[in-house]
């Protein structure tokens, strides 16, 4: 029986797996959610001796029903090869007795290379499943590391081009740079003069734009997304968690059946739900902190139940974080409102037109094992410094405010069980913020300049990821107004 796929805004709007991957939005502009979360079919003991690709395979079989094992096996052996730089994929390091799980190991060092590696070959695979005849375009909104890990993951994959936009300034100088550089015949990459969500809002107004794709198809395309809308995204980041947990379990820190608390640096909501997923297939999970940055709006919602957006953008030294629309929170709406997609569509509609919907105490009720927290600027830069001065280990920016919402939820709870940070981006990726916040005096230098002394003052092996954009090209200097955005679509595909 294959696990059905259902819109979060129409319930008559069914998927499988395949269908879901390649469309990535409903045709409403909903969100595909599988009708349950189905459990894990393999026992504690047997999980601590699993690999990386062994567990990937545990836990994506349950949700890509329409898979067979051997064309999912070949996904997962074409993405976690040697294009991440450690044997254990996702490393975890025990700083200060909280647990750092390193998901910045792959070819573009941040987190999205986890989902980001395997979702093209996912993607490829559900087209030759559903007799896809088209060439797929994957159109992507970017607040910075999405656009890189998957120009990466798509760069020459025959039958697809690539179109990612960006925010022009609100990506750090190394992510804009790793993105501009990028080689391959079927990648476009564009600025825009707005924000994240701008980019993210436009995209899915050309998603959910019927005429467009009327044009397309008649050009022979059609579009999908690498954005964490996309379930294919999404499934592989489960993994990780039930790795984590793993990985405690071997080292004697829990007990099989012992909860693990996690804490997610979140923008998009894509991760935390991941995690969230991941304890609903058996990973006994306690607390779920959702870490936010100054663009606090997911706080603000779980203090009040209230999501609101309307309030200043700000851009801050985590752009990946840099989000008022948090996407993904659509599919938790959908649970918490039993499932009922006539009322998660009452709720997104709201969020269109006045920005902002508050949920039932009933509904807000099932959110309580979601814990909000948020780091200011300063509270993030202190941290880096601070985890620096004690433990020599470099945190991102991102990874910094996760820990600071761990520091606040420990004060406030007490709670002492075993914890895991979800260490989502490689310190080499913002070495400007990360090396004023050790000592101001670094903002002196060049960005190259940082990664070197990066690399001195902590001992860590600066990345190939890094090193390959040094002295590469730029390939990419389109920048487009916010409205122009499907003009330039029309312009990349000529017509
Ligand atoms: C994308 C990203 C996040 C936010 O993850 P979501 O799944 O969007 O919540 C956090 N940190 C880094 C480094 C990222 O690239």
Redesign the pocket.
């Given at each position: 029986m294959n696990l059905v796929y259902r819109s979060t805004r129409n319930s008559e709007e069914t998927a499988t797996a395949s269908e879901a991957i390649l469309k990535g939005l409903t045709n409403d502009g909903g969100l595909f959610v599988p009708d349950s979360i189905p459990k894990l079919q393999v026992s504690m003991d047997d999980l601590t001796k699993m690999s990386y690709g062994e567990i990937a395979y545990a836990v994506m079989k349950e949700f890509l029903t329409d898979f067979t094992e051997e064309e999912l096996k070949n996904c997962i052996r074409n993405a976690y090869d040697e294009k991440f730089d450690t044997e254990e994929i996702a490393p975890m390091v025990k700083v200060d007795g909280t647990y750092y799980l390193e998901l910045f190991h792959g070819s573009t060092i941040?987190?999205?290379d986890m989902a980001l590696s395997i979702l093209p070959h996912l993607l490829v695979t559900s087209a030759k499943k559903n007799h896809v005849e088209n060439e797929i375009v994957i159109l992507t909104a970017t607040?910075?590391?999405?656009g890189k890990a998957a120009l990466a993951g798509f760069a020459d994959v025959p039958g697809t081009k690539i179109i990612v936009f960006y925010p022009k300034a609100g990506v750090s100088p190394i992510q804009e740079k790793q993105m501009v550089t990028q080689k391959g015949d079927n990648t476009y990459v564009v600025g825009i003069k707005g924000n994240f969500d701008d980019a993210q809002t436009g995209v899915k107004k050309m998603f959910s734009n019927k005429d467009l794709a009327k044009e397309m198809a008649d050009h022979g395309y059609q579009f999908s997304s690498a954005n964490?809308i996309n379930i294919g995204r999404l499934v592989p980041q489960v993994v990780y968690y039930v790795k984590a947990y793993a990985t405690l379990l071997k080292e004697d820190v829990l007990k099989a059946g012992e909860p693990m608390n996690v804490v997610v640096?979140?923008?998009?909501?894509?991760?935390?739900l991941a995690a969230f997923y991941a304890k609903q297939m058996g990973i006994p999970i306690g607390k779920f902190v959702c870490a936010s940055n100054e663009n606090k709006v997911l706080f603000d919602f779980f203090q009040t139940g209230t999501y609101d957006r309307n309030r200043d953008f700000v851009l801050t030294s985590s752009p990946?974080?840099d989000i008022l629309i948090s996407s993904n929170l659509e599919r938790m709406i959908y649970r918490i409102a039993g499932n009922n997609s006539e009322k998660c569509a009452e709720f997104m509609k709201a969020l269109t037109t006045d920005g902002k919907y508050s949920i039932s105490d009933e509904m807000k009720t099932e959110l309580n094992e979601f814990f909000g927290a948020y780091a200011s600027e300063e509270e993030t830069s202190k941290k880096i410094h601070d985890v620096y001065t004690q433990t020599n280990y470099v945190l991102?920016t991102?990874t910094a405010v996760a820990a600071v919402a761990y520091d606040k939820y420990k004060e406030v709870s007490k709670d002492t069980t075993p914890t895991v940070i979800a260490s989502?981006?490689s310190p080499y990726k913002f070495t400007r913020s990360v090396m004023t916040a050790i000592d101001p005096k670094y903002d002196a230098k060049e960005d190259f300049e940082l990664v070197d002394e990066l690399n001195k003052i902590s001992g860590v092996k600066i990345p190939n990821a890094i090193e390959e954009i040094r002295s590469a090209k730029v390939l990419h200097d389109t920048v487009v107004e916010t409205e122009d955005m499907e003009k330039e679509v029309k312009n990349i595909l000529k017509f």
């Open positions: 941040a987190f999205k607040s910075g590391d999405t964490s640096p979140t923008g998009n909501f894509g991760n935390i990946s974080m991102d991102h989502t981006a």
